[in-house]
């Protein structure tokens, strides 16, 4: 199994960037899907999920500026991020589930610094 983390870099606060997650070795559709980051110092902590319905949630710091999709035929999850503040900055890294009681197959991270 892998988790494929794409798309974080440098950006202005306000600025945007936008995360891909490429799965393999999965059955992509089967598995909920999430965003978690770990900034410095910090513990990681959910940000985003989207089972395999599509339901989707978000974090309450990041509503209205985050939003997560996935693509099934693309085996792909996506996290929008938008009017990014320097909160933001951390390691951001997309995790699949099966099942919510299980640990689930975790991506390698990638980083996203918000600095002007």
């Known amino acids: 199994v892998q988790l494929q983390a794409s798309g974080g870099g440098l950006v202005e606060p306000g600025g945007s960037l936008r995360l891909s997650c490429v799965a393999s070795?999965?059955?992509?559709?089967?598995?909920?899907m999430a965003w978690y980051r770990q900034a410095p110092g910090k513990q990681r902590e959910l940000v985003a999920g989207v089972t395999s319905a599509g339901r989707t949630s978000l974090t309450d710091s990041v509503k209205g500026r985050f939003t997560i999709s996935r693509d099934n035929a693309g085996n792909t999850v996506y996290l929008q991020m938008n009017s990014l503040k320097p909160d933001d900055t951390a390691v951001y890294y997309c995790?699949?589930?099966?099942?919510?009681?299980?640990?689930?197959?975790w991506g390698q991270g990638t980083l996203v610094t918000v600095s002007s």
């Open positions: 995790n699949a589930k099966f099942h919510p009681n299980l640990p689930g197959y």
């Open positions: 070795g999965i059955v992509f559709s089967t598995y909920d």
